[in-house]
């Protein structure tokens, strides 16, 4: 049954209540479609025997009257999430062999409220990345991209980090995805292609066995094709974790309840600094359109000013290096993954580190080191954490005068491997909408809006008050439901 | 700020990477690019502005300095490139 592939979570799992498939079914046709689209690379490590194992339970649990939240739905995880027994490499070289003894936080809740593991999928290193073309295992290709499969006329990229999540959620080989959002790496790549990702607020969910990379940003969040499946493996993934210290003690609500479709009288704040120069005339025209949708449902745009925001991204590239290269210290050739022998304890370390870190991960840690060395730990380190600061209070006082934010979520549609990749400055402008929101820590989400001349997709982008993932969630799927997006990708299992 | 071959193989040694040495050239040019990029912070005014230390307005929580967990020696070490008798082996330290 290839049509199971291509339901929704909640289409599946009224499916699955009505008895008119099994978990086990939904999930054989899933391993199979995982199978289907490996011309993407988007997995690192398939799981199919896991796979069917806990759909078995799954529909036994079902039997008892014992279904979860998610009871049944086969899912992919971000291979920056540790998974117990199961390789958990960040796409990196140095992390070879690692096989953690113990599971994330975000993925047990998953699988506490049924949800079934389809594998690990692939990343930019790290999550270092914006285009899934940093991956220690190779590129992730975009389901859109145009031409024969496997010998595509423009290899078009899924966007990053979480590249696999996105081209795998897209090409309709899972459900939903889990992944991870430092700067932008779950609302870029669901914009670029064609479906739903939210990173909540900072603290919602628990960073526990989530490989780190800037420890004041990471939040996991679900990558899903509509924006009530984001609702409902949202709530399965946040929760109170005593394990994380930055993890909020505050009640999860039930986010599927506040997609009530009634956005009368909200007021809609669009950022006069987001209408950056050069923008392209496509992209201004959807965000044009969104505002016009919102207005046709009742909201009420109004301009605000977020005067910082063209410093949004020179701070990001302080703040989250420092972070990285303080976090990437533990990879030291002792305790997991690669080893690379040298003559004295600092060789090893050295030959390891030098062998087992990508091009872009080393450039990271070595700004990173420089900007926290002494003598420059002021003038670079301090300074972007007071302009992040600044950053943060443009939102607090935005959000006096409206209840949302609405922006694109990218610059540009997705484009091909090659392009972009000489100048790292070109390649971290991809991040410029989704930065600033996660500096303040808000929550942010992306929405399918239309397709692009190019045929490629187009995503807008909302922000919203701290832990308000509400009133996200409810304006997301009025443009969801305005826009009506039916083109799908050119190659889907 | 334009860096260096020096300083880039300074910067290296103290985060632990081997860099090849015909590679610090371009990496100095790199490194110096994404640092003049972010010097425009210095046009903010940010007199008096506490730098952000969590955008969570909350502060630490505490537990009890209690153990309540833990005799994984085994797990813990089932990951190590190299081990012995309980313990991680690193390379000769002491002459």
Not at chain 1, 43 to 63: C, G, H, N
Not at chain 1, 447 to 465: F, I, K
Not at chain 2, 12 to 33: F, M
Request: charge should be negative; include cysteine; proline fraction near 6%.
């Amino acid at each position: 049954m290839t049509g199971l592939t291509h339901l929704t979570m909640a289409a599946a799992l009224d499916g699955l209540a009505k008895k008119e498939f099994t978990a086990v079914e939904l999930t054989e046709a899933h391993v199979k479609a995982v199978e289907t689209i490996r011309p993407l690379n988007a997995f690192i490590t398939e799981t199919p025997e896991q796979a069917l194992a806990m759909a078995k339970a799954s529909d036994a649990r079902r039997a008892k009257g014992e279904a979860g939240p998610m009871e049944g739905l086969p899912i992919a995880v971000k291979d920056l999430f540790c998974t117990k027994g199961v390789p958990t490499t960040a796409a990196s070289h140095i992390l070879d062999g690692f096989k953690p003894e113990y599971e994330s936080t975000v993925t047990s809740n998953l699988w506490r409220d049924g949800a079934v593991m389809l594998g690990k999928v692939n990343l930019d290193e790290f999550a270092m990345g914006s285009a899934n073309i940093t991956s220690h295992h190779g590129n992730v290709i975009s389901p859109w991209s145009p031409g024969e499969v496997g010998n595509w006329s423009r290899q078009i990229v899924p966007g990053g980090s979480s590249g696999g999540s996105a081209a795998a959620v897209a090409a309709r080989a899972a459900l939903g995805a889990t992944g991870t959002d430092t700067g932008g790496s779950i609302r870029q790549p669901a914009a670029f292609t064609g479906i739903v990702g939210i990173k909540p607020t900072y603290g919602r969910c628990s960073r526990w066995g989530v490989v780190a990379f800037a420890s004041s940003l990471d939040q996991a969040g679900p990558m899903t094709r509509t924006v009530e499946d984001a609702a409902i493996m949202l709530r399965s993934m946040c929760g109170f974790d005593p394990k994380d210290s930055t993890s909020v003690d505050m009640a999860v609500p039930d986010f599927r309840a506040a997609l009530t479709g009634d956005i009368r009288g909200l007021k809609v704040g669009i950022p006069k600094e987001y209408r950056v120069e050069g923008m392209p005339a496509e992209i201004a025209a959807i965000w044009d359109q969104g505002i016009e949708w919102l207005k046709q449902a009742g909201a009420e745009p109004v301009e605000i000013s977020l005067p910082h925001t063209k410093y949004a991204l020179a701070t990001y590239y302080i703040v989250a290096p420092a972070e990285a290269s303080s976090n990437l210290a533990r990879y030291d050739g002792l305790r997991y993954g690669l080893r690379v022998e040298g003559a004295s304890l600092k060789d090893m370390y050295e030959n390891t580190r030098g062998a087992g870190f990508g091009k872009e991960v080393r450039r990271r840690i070595l700004i990173g080191t420089y900007v926290l060395s002494a003598g420059y730990y002021d003038a670079y380190y301090n300074k972007a954490r007071q302009v992040r600061t600044r950053i943060k209070w443009d939102f607090d006082e935005a959000f006096k005068t409206c209840d949302v934010i609405l922006t694109p979520t990218a610059p540009s549609t997705a484009f091909a491997i090659g392009e972009k990749m000489d100048d790292p400055i070109q390649m971290y402008l991809n991040d410029v909408f989704t930065v600033p929101a996660s500096l303040a820590g808000l929550p942010g989400m992306s929405v399918p809006a239309g397709v692009g001349s190019d045929g490629l997709p187009l995503g807008l982008q909302l922000l919203g008050r701290p832990f308000d993932e509400e009133t996200v969630l409810r304006v997301g799927q009025v443009i969801e439901k305005a826009a009506a997006v039916t083109a799908t990708p050119p190659f889907m299992a | 700020m334009s860096l260096d071959k020096a300083t880039v193989a300074k910067i290296a040694h103290l985060a632990r990477i081997k860099v090849p040495d015909d590679e610090l050239d371009h990496l100095a040019g790199e490194l110096s690019q994404i640092l003049t990029f972010v010097e425009q912070l210095g046009e903010v005014d940010t007199q008096d502005v506490p730098p952000m230390t969590s955008v969570a307005a909350q502060t630490l929580r505490r537990r009890k300095d209690e153990v309540t967990d833990g005799g994984y020696r085994d797990a813990v070490l089932s990951n190590g490139p190299e081990t012995a008798e309980g313990f991680y082996v690193v390379p000769k330290v002491v002459e």
